[in-house]
């Protein structure tokens, strides 16, 4: 299931989820917000989609914030490659 606020966050989590996908990964979902969200839910396992940047650096900002994991979907690829 995919989340955005802190209230969504904790409505799936209730609901049966084990892992929540934070939507949108480059803004709702950026380190800052879920290094926030970190003190009011520790015991939600968050995974940021869409518009995560997969160079090392962003990646290791997201899993310092303890993520579980990083949806990154097509951005994983060059476009020269795809095409």
Known sequence: ???SS???I???HELGAEVVRIMSGSQVGS???LKATNGMMLWASKVPARGVIPTWD???QCFDV???RVRMGLQ???KDVLA
Do not use: A, I, N
């Open 6 to 8: 802190v209230d969504q």
């Open 10 to 12: 904790g409505k799936t």
């Open 1 to 3: 299931m995919g989340s």
């Open 58 to 60: 962003k990646l290791k």
């Open 66 to 68: 303890l993520v579980t």
């Open 76 to 78: 994983l690829f060059q």
């Open 31 to 33: 380190p800052s917000y």
